[in-house]
């Protein structure tokens, strides 16, 4: 269970991927530049990415400690969870949401956070 749980982990950062770039192409009209439409695609996403990176990742140089290290996670993944809401992927959004919890709630039970 404890090996699914931490492949829970990566699906679920690939996951918030997709959906900060999904957000990033439809945070502007869709008269909107293409460049920017398409720059705000790859932007967004590797912005977290990097965050990501530097601070959260199990073999980032400047990991933060719990319990920020669980926060952030939650702020980053909860921020992609509100951004499928306001994209009106509701339903989407509750299971990707109830994953997450339950995901963070095993984590941090088993020290894999």
Sequence with gaps: MK???LG???????IM??????????????GAPWPLRYGLTILIPASMAIFWGFFLAPRAGHRL???WLLIMKLVIM????????????T???VIIAIVIGVHCL???MWHQV
């Design 3 to 5: 090996i699914i749980n």
């Design 8 to 14: 829970i982990a990566f699906f679920l950062e690939l």
């Design 17 to 30: 991927l997709v959906i900060y770039g999904y957000f990033g192409y439809r945070l502007l009209p869709g």
């Design 65 to 67: 400690q719990m319990p």
């Design 78 to 89: 909860g921020a992609g969870v509100g951004m499928l809401w306001q994209l009106q992927k």
């Design 91 to 93: 339903t989407l959004a």
């Design 106 to 108: 095993l984590a941090t």
